[in-house]
């Protein structure tokens, strides 16, 4: 069990926003801004950055920011009358200095609590009281794990429904170079095509054009497989049932502002979500869902890897 003493830092980001970093002893570090309660940076033991910030990302409110790990609530992309993505991701949060206790399996101490709860405008365009709690941890071999904790605190009796996605950003050295693997032969929604429904073919999944699908009834294990740099990122997620993979290509990126022309070559999303089978919460009910990320190297016998060594 994880000791309940959090270790954590502080300080000023960009355009003066507050943000919190957290160190591990090999020289791994993670920063969460307050303002969407948004992990914006994860790098190893070389200072390399894990995650993708946009060329053009924007800090400051009420626009969010783009890439690290946007959290999607109440609503994912469009699917419901809320702003794309839902309002989670454009609130200041606010440290939880007395959070209900988290079981772990983690040793770190390198961990903060965040706590989002709605606004009076939020109540007006979403009608629900709710305590959300994430827990952001960098692991002792530099895993990060993020823990969602969603309640329903209506008074009124009322259950509410949501969806959800870490939309995640992933760097990459070259995208045509990266393959995903753990989603083959899955149903998928082509949000290309109006989220009609097809089947993935057998291969891992590579990158030559947009992307925008919603894998359902996934894994709980992903991997990305990164050619170039010889790295594999290990997604593991619990209590999300979808994936999303989405990468815009060149002609999408030129159209997204806070998004440079040549951005998509060197990022993927790969997104942990719960999409198909919304979340709903009676009154004093709780869901948990959670991402752990880690980057492992990968062992390359004539380029390819074997899968089922990571995914096991």
């Known amino acids: 069990m994880a000791t309940e003493t959090p270790s954590f830092e502080l300080a000023k980001g960009i355009n003066g926003l507050d943000k919190i970093v957290l160190r591990e002893s090999r020289n791994r570090s993670a920063e969460v801004y307050l303002y969407g309660g948004h992990v914006t940076s994860w790098k190893n033991e070389n200072g390399e950055e894990l995650l993708y910030l946009s060329s053009k990302a924007i800090f400051k409110p009420p626009k969010p920011i783009r890439g690290g790990i946007p959290l999607c ?81 209506n008074s009124d009796g009322k259950p509410f429904t949501f969806t959800f996605a ?38 891992a999944i590579t990158f030559e054009s947009e992307i925008d699908k919603i894998y359902l009834s996934t894994p709980t294990k992903i991997a990305i497989l990164d050619h170039e740099k010889k790295r594999t990122f290990v997604v593991r997620k619990d209590g999300l049932a979808d994936a999303v993979v989405w990468n815009p290509w060149d002609k999408k990126s030129k159209t997204i502002s806070d998004l440079g022309d040549e951005d998509y070559k060197h990022m ?36 390819q890897l074997d899968p089922k060594k990571v995914l096991q």
């Open 73 to 153: 609530f109440p609503q994912f992309s469009n699917l419901g009358t809320l702003e794309s993505h839902g309002f989670a991701r454009n609130r200041i949060w606010e440290v939880d200095a007395s959070p209900p206790p988290l079981p772990t399996n983690s040793s770190s101490n390198s961990f903060v609590d965040l706590i989002l709860r709605p606004t009076e405008d939020d109540l007006k365009t979403w009608p629900h009281n709710f305590e959300y709690r994430m827990r952001v941890d960098l692991g002792s071999e530099g895993e990060l794990t993020l823990t969602s904790r969603i309640r329903n605190t």
């Open 166 to 203: 870490y939309h995640t950003y992933f760097s990459v050295s070259d995208i045509s170079e990266v393959r995903v693997e753990g989603l083959e032969t899955l149903d998928y929604l082509d949000n290309l095509k109006n989220r009609e429904r097809f089947t993935e073919q057998g291969d």
């Open 268 to 303: 993927l999303c790969v997104e942990a979500a719960a999409v198909e089978r919304p979340i709903t919460l009676k009154p004093g009910e709780e869901w948990k869902g959670r991402l752990e990320l880690s980057a492992v190297p990968s062992s390359y016998s004539s380029g």
